[in-house]
């Protein structure tokens, strides 16, 4: 998929847990795994708010573009959206 979710770098420089990020944002650890290892198909506005008042950043701290690889299997998803 091409949008990388980044929560991993901005927990490392604020050195700050999965667990305590969960706890302060109000979702479940297993909920912010799915979303932290890129496995998420959606993200609530209100969630991507939290995380950001939790963390410090902007949604773009968390959230980048990258081009697809040849041969991705979602580039006939893409194409036929």
């Known amino acids: 998929m091409p949008i ?11 050195k700050m847990s999965v667990g305590e990020l969960a706890d302060r944002v109000g979702i ?3 909920n912010l ?6 496995r998420a198909k959606a993200v ?5 708010e939290a995380l950001c008042a939790v963390l410090d950043c902007q949604p773009g701290d968390l959230l ?3 081009a ?5 299997p979602d580039d006939d998803l893409r194409a036929a959206g």
């Open 4 to 14: 990388v979710v980044d929560i991993d770098v901005m927990l490392a420089r604020r």
């Open 28 to 30: 479940t650890p297993a």
């Open 33 to 38: 795994a799915v979303l932290k290892n890129g």
């Open 44 to 48: 609530r506005f209100t969630t991507l």
């Open 64 to 66: 980048r573009w990258e």
């Open 68 to 72: 697809a690889a040849e041969g991705d």
